[in-house]
């Protein structure tokens, strides 16, 4: 199976546990592994025959920008099932960075995967 990436989308959001950052908004940064059989697309050179990941970023964009969630877990799932539901994609993996989260760490986050892992 072919995979479509999308790397370093950057959105401001309100997350995190603490009062101060229920306050102000947050970068995160997102990347994106999708499952996807780019063959038609490859063979036809229509965006209709393949996954538009051009779609999927304004998707993610939005649903971040106007979330309010507590944990960079939930808001990982919640990336993930978006993707598989609404852009029938089989395999998704998710990482959800928090940069300066932590003092001393550049990267903070997570990295999740659902659905049928591609041979």
Not at 14 to 43: C, H, K, N, P, Y
Request: glycine content about 4%.
């Amino acid at each position: 199976m072919d995979k479509i990436f999308l790397n370093e989308l950057k959105v401001d959001a309100i997350i995190g546990i603490w009062e101060w950052e229920r306050r102000i908004r947050q970068t995160v940064v997102i990347d994106l592994e999708m499952s996807a059989d780019i063959a038609r697309a490859a063979a036809t050179d229509e965006i209709a025959d393949t996954l538009n990941y051009k779609a999927v970023a304004k998707r993610i964009q939005d649903f971040v920008a106007n979330s309010d969630f507590q944990l960079v877990e939930t808001l990982a799932e919640r990336i993930a099932a978006i993707i598989r539901d609404e852009f029938s994609v089989a395999w998704v993996k998710v990482r959800v960075n928090k940069p300066g989260a932590i003092r001393g760490s550049r990267e903070v986050g997570v990295l999740i995967e659902r659905g049928e892992r591609p041979v």
